[in-house]
């Protein structure tokens, strides 16, 4: 088990920033590559970046390509998103999870094992 708790979410006005975390626990985080996906109502859950285990392969959504970041320190259990020049469109519950897989390629909610709960980003217009 790899329990994951996402923090950071708020509401945000139209280019503004937000940085999320989440927390691992257990000594395996740094195993993991780490994935951030978003679901709004009524949409499916998207693929929004992913980290491999080490941070030094990552991927992004084209959507956020250039506004968000992904990063993570295996010291601390922790995996960020940074997210910046925000759009209404951005507003949905943000997820962290834990992959099956190594590297960055696999991109599709089946692929990830262990998932947080859940931080509500909401942007307004």
């Known amino acids: 088990q790899v329990p994951l708790v996402e923090s950071g979410g708020g509401l945000v006005q139209a280019g503004g920033s937000l940085r999320l975390s989440c927390a691992a626990s257990?000594?395996?985080?740094?195993?993991?590559?780490m994935g951030w996906f978003r679901q709004a109502p009524g949409k499916e859950r998207e693929f929004v970046a992913v980290?491999?285990?080490?941070?030094?392969?990552?991927d992004y959504a084209d959507s956020v390509k250039g506004r968000f970041t992904i990063s993570r320190d295996n010291a601390k259990n922790t995996v960020y998103l940074e997210m910046i020049s925000l759009k209404p469109e951005d507003t949905a519950v943000y997820y962290c999870a834990a992959s099956f897989y190594a590297g960055t390629g696999h991109q599709r909610p089946n692929d990830y094992r262990y998932w947080g709960q859940g931080t509500q980003v909401t942007v307004s217009s």
């Open positions: 257990g000594r395996t985080f740094s195993t993991y590559s």
């Open positions: 980290i491999n285990w080490n941070g030094g392969s990552t």
